[in-house]
């Protein structure tokens, strides 16, 4: 098992499950990330702090806590 968190640079990765709860869980799945979807880590902050990310077509930051929270392969 494995985080988005720690998929590198340049790779993609297919969701197997999102952790969480509640209002957290609700917002990563409204934003598209769903099980079984296809990301693609285009980028990261100096910091590492957000994640830029490539889902469903479009581009999109997500904070290193909530990159935690999504499972992949």
Known sequence: ???LKEVP???SATVTRLTGDGPVKRRIMDMGITKGVEIHVR???PLGDPVEVTVRGYELSLRKADA???EVE
């Open 68 to 70: 935690e929270m999504i």
């Open 43 to 45: 980028k990261t902050a």
């Open 9 to 11: 640079c340049g790779q």
């Open 1 to 3: 098992m494995r985080t």
